[in-house]
């Protein structure tokens, strides 16, 4: 389906909506125009009449998207000269446009072909970047977000490419890393948990069983400490009014302490 235009469109909304056949010439001129101008990956969403042709064909053009992703060079390579900043580009892209797509507004798209893999492959290579030391750690806000939606975890995680991402980040959070790896312990939380879940539920033989038994022994020791806590956090409220008379209770009541 063939889209015709009106009004300006940037170089990098023409593309996605686009079916025009493309050259590598054109594909990193989309990279710099993203690194000159960060939000113009915006543009599909904010102007009304790009987002309703991005919506109603929105596997299609997400396909165009990770044809422009896979043309970008690989974190670990060395940039050519006179190329764009990649850290740059993955981070406008990534704040522009992945993050608006993952708030509700867009939920009825997130079971879309393709927004899965899009949603690793930004995440990979946001994390990969902040490796070496490159711009904010956009990558914390992505697994954030997304944990705070299972189905997406649940989506990302069967794939051979999500199950590599998070493979990644969780031996760095095991290694000591997790203040770079994950935005917070409760996020890391729910993506081993979601792990663990699927791995418990296949029924293949891989191995794993001595790995999970002791995520649910970690898991059951987590849950007894956050109890014994509460417990004793009541216990020392408790206490003090036990031993007290009426009129320290009340000066307590009228001026507390603390």
């Keep these: 389906m063939e889209f015709l235009f009106t009004g300006d469109r940037n170089k990098f909304t023409t ?12 594909l990193g001129a989309i990279g710099t125009e993203l690194a000159g101008n960060p939000t113009a990956a915006g543009q599909l969403l904010q102007s009304e009449e790009c987002c309703a042709l991005f919506l109603s064909d929105f596997s299609e053009r997400l396909e165009r998207i990770m044809v422009w992703l896979h043309s970008l060079p690989q974190p670990a390579k060395p940039q050519p000269k006179g190329s764009a900043p990649f850290t740059d580009i993955i981070h406008g892209f990534a704040v522009n446009l992945v993050l608006p797509l993952l708030d509700q507004t867009y939920s009825d798209y997130h079971g879309s072909r393709g927004f ?21 750690k956009i990558h914390k806000v992505l697994l954030e977000k997304i944990s705070q939606t299972p189905y997406l975890m649940h989506s ?7 199950a590599k991402l998070i493979q990644m980040i969780l031996q760095q959070a095991q290694a000591g890393a997790e203040v770079q790896a994950f ?14 879940e699927l791995c418990s539920g296949c029924p293949g033989k891989h191995g794993a ?4 038994g002791r995520w649910e022994s970690l898991v059951k020791l ?11 956090n009541q216990r020392r409220i408790n206490y003090p009014r036990m031993n007290m008379t009426s009129g320290q209770c009340m000066y307590l009541t009228i001026f507390p302490t603390g």
Aim: proline share 4%; net charge negative.
């Design 15 to 26: 593309f996605v909506l686009s079916n025009s056949p493309y050259t590598v010439a054109s």
């Design 116 to 136: 899965a893999d899009l949603l690793i492959i930004t995440t990979q290579l946001s994390y990969l970047f902040s490796k070496r030391g490159y711009g904010l």
């Design 156 to 162: 990302i995680l069967p794939s051979i490419d999500g």
């Design 183 to 196: 935005p917070s312990a409760a996020v890391l939380t729910e993506w081993a948990t979601a792990a663990a």
């Design 209 to 212: 069983q001595a790995e999970l």
């Design 222 to 232: 987590r849950d007894s400490l956050a109890r014994i806590l509460v417990e004793e």
